[in-house]
């Protein structure tokens, strides 16, 4: 059963998914915009947008950055969902 955005994720950190999705993958941006749908596969692809995202806004001392504390707590959320959902 696929995972609904609209369940995980509140507004912001909705449009902060679209905006690195639109640049990391934007197949998967599509798919998500047209469904509003994450199938298991799909949910893989954002885990590794987000986290490759993090990973760029990660400060001198390896600390996120107020951008990347954002995208934290945007994968954090997606992932408790996922991770509820499909055990």
Avoid: K, Q
């Amino acid at each position: 059963m696929p995972l609904r955005l609209t369940d995980c994720l509140n507004t912001a950190e909705t449009a902060l998914l679209h905006a690195v999705l639109d640049r990391r993958n934007p197949s998967l941006a599509a798919r998500i915009r047209l469904h509003d749908e994450v199938s298991r596969s799909d949910s893989e692809g954002i885990v590794t947008a987000l986290g490759d995202e993090l990973i760029n806004n990660l400060d001198d001392e390896w600390e996120p950055t107020e951008y990347g504390r954002a995208v934290t707590a945007g994968l954090a959320r997606f992932n408790a969902h996922r991770i509820g959902e499909w055990p």
